[in-house]
C-alpha cells in the first residue's frame, strides 16, 4: 500500500492508473477509521479495480467554535486498517498542501445544503463540497463511496457532481451501527459510557419511528413528536432538528409516503454532535 502526501504525486498516480484504464475508487475520510468506512472501502473494492483512501481532517468543514482541534488523529491506525482492508492508495496530504497560503476558492451547492445541518453548521457543506472537489480532481476517481449515515452530505455530493457535469460516479453505502444500534461514528470516541448509554437513544429514537411507519402512521407530526419526545426523557441529549425528508432532496416532508423518506436527527450529547437516520 503507497501512502501519498503530495497532491502533485497523486494527481499523476491516478492519471496514469487512468490511463492503462483502471477504474478507480475513492473513499474520502476525515480518519479515525472505523468499521462504518472499512466497510465503503470493501464497497470500492467490489467495484472498482484501485482503491484509493483519503485521511484529510478538512479545517474548511469546521465552524470556529467546533471540534477541529480536537478531532481525533490517529494515522499509523487507520494506516494499519487500510492495509488489512486490502487498499491499494492512501492519500493524507497536510492542510498546506490542500490549501497553501492564500487559497481563496470554494465550490457551494445552494438548496440540498439550506436546511437540516446546513442551519446548524453553515460553513459546513461549504468545504465538503469544496474539499471532495479537490479531491475529486487530484484522485481521478470514476467512483467515490460514501456513507448513508451522512445523507445530506451523500446529497449535496449527488447534486454538485450532477451539476458540475463531472465524471465520477457516487456510491452510497449503508450506515454501519454499533451491535446495540449506535451509529459508528469517529465522534463516538468523545463519549464516556454514560454519555454512550443517552446517545443510544438516538438510534432508538429512529427505530420506534420506523416501528410506527410500519404499523400505519402517516402523520409527519406524530412520528416527529414521538422521536422528540423519546429525546427528551434522557437529560444529556438535546435536539436540534428531528425531520422527516425526502431521501433523495432532503425537502422537508408533510405525509409519510413509505420507501421514500427518512428520518434525520442531530442532537447534542452533553458537548458531542451526532447526527442519525432512518429510511421510513
Ligand atoms: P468521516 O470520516 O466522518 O468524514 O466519514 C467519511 C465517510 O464515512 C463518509 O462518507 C461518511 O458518511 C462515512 N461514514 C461515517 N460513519 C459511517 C457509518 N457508521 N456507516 C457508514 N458510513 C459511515
Sequence with gaps: MQTIQSVNEMQSHAISLRSSGRLIGLVPTMGSLHEGHLELIDIAKEKADKVIVSIFVNPTQFGPSEDYQQYPRVLEEDLEKCRARGVDMVFNPSVNEMY???????????????????????????????????????????????????????????????????????????TVREPDGLAMSSRNTYLTDVQRREALSISKALRIAKEMVGEGTRSVDRIVAEITHHLSLHRRVRVIYVQVVDKETMEHATEIVPGKQLVTVAAWVDQTRLIDNIEL
Design 100 to 174: 497553501p497560503e492564500g487559497y481563496s476558492t470554494y465550490v457551494e451547492e445552494e438548496h440540498i445544503s439550506a436546511g437540516l445541518c446546513g442551519i446548524s453548521r453553515p460553513h459546513f457543506f461549504r468545504g465538503v463540497t469544496t474539499v471532495c472537489l479537490k479531491l475529486f480532481n487530484i484522485t481521478r476517481p470514476d467512483l467515490a463511496v460514501f456513507g448513508q449515515k451522512d445523507a445530506q452530505q451523500c446529497a449535496v455530493i449527488k447534486k454538485m457532481v450532477a451539476d458540475l457535469n463531472l465524471p465520477t460516479e457516487i456510491v452510497v453505502g449503508p
